[in-house]
């Protein structure tokens, strides 16, 4: 079965650096996109970034763009996330999300990673 597997979470400084890496299983995803989502407290979950698989071509939210980068690894079937110059407000969950890029349906979920910038 589809599998993703998230990790490089954890407790940064503000202005610090985490990597964060989500490993899929399971499936070809030559016609996927990964991403990232984030959900704080008393909050929605929201878009982060995203990828084509097969491209390459990533996408931002306004609030992240020029300080997190979205690349991937067909290889060996990780997406990873690097997140610069963070801030108290990236305080998060963060989930890995895997979506059929022509069947809106079909998309499969991580358990999540927590983030936490300390100021």
């Known amino acids: 079965q589809v599998q993703l597997v998230e990790s490089g979470g954890g407790l940064v400084q503000a202005g610090g650096s985490l990597r964060l890496s989500c490993l899929a299983s399971?499936?070809?995803?030559?016609?996927?996109?990964m991403g990232w989502y984030r959900q704080a407290p008393g909050k929605e979950r929201e878009f982060v970034a995203a990828?084509?698989?097969?491209?390459?071509?990533?996408y931002y939210s306004d609030s992240v763009k020029g300080r997190f980068t979205i690349s991937r690894h067909k290889a060996n079937n990780t997406v990873y996330l690097q997140m610069d110059s963070l801030k108290s407000e990236d305080t998060a969950v963060y989930y890995c999300?895997?979506?059929?890029?022509?069947?809106?349906?079909?998309?499969?979920w991580g358990q999540g990673t927590q983030v936490t910038v300390s100021s």
């Open positions: 999300n895997v979506a059929h890029r022509y069947s809106s349906g079909e998309e499969y």
């Open positions: 399971g499936r070809t995803f030559s016609s996927y996109d």
């Open positions: 990828i084509t698989w097969n491209t390459g071509s990533a």
